[in-house]
């Protein structure tokens, strides 16, 4: 399909975003930190969590008080091979970023590594942090807890938040393996998107609570909310399509997320007090980091990734189809096509760019102002 959006520079883009999130409150550093992990969405194509989610999910939140724009990391706990940090409810890119630093050093030293967050926020891409891991020929594993919206199966409530279950490896390609998916069969994030560029959610993802499906994707946003409509897991509604699979994934994701740390879980994240005000999110995240070298070696495990990749790529392909793709594989050719080109901005993103810069009264002006 034709890109029809005008692109932003890359560096102007980058730029922007670390000014306006500096602006708002958050150290230059870290600003910069929360930028880069935004960029990286769009770069790989998940636009549902790049310069789409900056305002309505960071900005606004720093503004209604759910989010502290100033991090202070507490570590909890801390061992040869763990750590548990207590984020206070900063940004969770930046305690995600500090967590995930201090694990690959522990993994180099130690062989496995692993950590968890609690009091935390929306981190961003879960790829993020697992990649960071594969760029030092580590393993990368990582998942967060969010806000109530899947419904177990046989079930019409919302009870686990989408829960992304994702992996990094290193392979002798010139992109990791990596799958980031969450565990619902479509993400919250992907609806907000519809609803902003006014497409409805396909039917049959969306549950309301007496049984029929939702596809107004406004309505579903606000009935998430309200309690009135779930998402099905991943797999599908009842047993049929094996929905239980993603319940129990969902599951597996929401306990390492809280357990672990101690933190909050299920209808304590949902940013709503008893008495309808808003609250912190307090959401948790978990990271494992695993050295290959502690086994057969990075040279051997980057080699048989690889080339159980490229087997799995020229298998015999369905009728229809010339193409098989792995995980990953589809981000690097993205950013392979974006890379000159810089982030394609859809016009509702353009007004709250436009919005911000000239709150703050930014130096910025953009190619789709002209």
Not at 14 to 20: I, M, R, S, V
Not at 197 to 207: I, L, R, S
């Amino acid at each position: 399909m034709t890109e029809t959006r005008p692109y932003v520079a890359w560096d102007l883009m980058n730029d922007f975003l670390t000014d306006a999130f500096a602006g708002f409150g958050v150290p230059r550093e870290e600003a910069a930190i929360c930028a880069d992990v935004l960029l990286e969405s769009d770069r790989r194509g998940i636009e549902s969590h790049g310069c789409n989610r900056f305002k309505p999910i960071y900005i606004d939140r720093i503004l209604n008080g759910t989010l502290l724009p100033e991090t202070e990391i507490e570590i909890l706990k801390e061992t040869p091979t763990t750590v548990v940090m207590d984020a206070h409810n900063g940004m969770g890119m930046v305690a995600s970023h500090r967590m995930m630093e201090m694990l690959i050093d522990k993994a180099k030293k130690n062989g496995m590594a692993g950590g968890a967050i609690r009091n935390s926020t929306h981190y961003g891409i879960a790829g993020y942090w697992a990649t960071m891991a594969s760029k030092e020929g580590l393993i990368g594993l990582t998942g967060t807890n969010a806000r109530p919206s899947i419904a177990p199966t046989f079930g019409v409530e919302n009870m686990m938040g989408t829960n992304p279950l994702t992996f990094a490896f290193p392979t002798d390609e010139e992109f990791p393996f990596c799958i980031d998916c969450a565990t619902s069969i479509v993400q919250r994030g992907k609806i907000e998107y519809y609803a902003r560029e006014g497409k409805d959610t396909p039917a049959g993802m969306v549950v309301a609570r007496d049984g029929t499906a939702m596809t107004d994707s406004a309505q579903i946003l606000q009935a998430l909310v309200d309690g009135e409509a779930a998402l099905a897991p991943l797999g599908g509604i009842g047993e049929e399509l094996a929905g239980y699979k993603g319940y129990g994934y969902a599951a597996v994701v929401e306990i390492l997320s809280a357990a672990l740390a101690g933190g909050k879980f299920m209808k304590a994240l949902t940013g709503v007090a008893e008495d309808g005000s808003r609250r912190m999110y307090q959401l948790g995240h978990f990271f494992f980091v695993i050295d290959p070298d502690a086994f057969m070696g990075q040279d051997q495990f980057r080699k048989t990734a690889g080339d159980i990749c490229r087997a799995l790529r020229a298998s015999q392909k369905a009728p229809g189809h010339d193409r098989i793709y792995t995980a990953g594989e589809k981000e690097y050719l993205t950013w392979l096509d974006r890379r000159d080109k810089g982030v394609p901005v859809s016009a509702a993103v353009q007004k709250e760019i436009l919005e911000v810069r000239d709150r703050l009264n930014l130096p910025y002006h953009f190619p789709f102002e002209d």
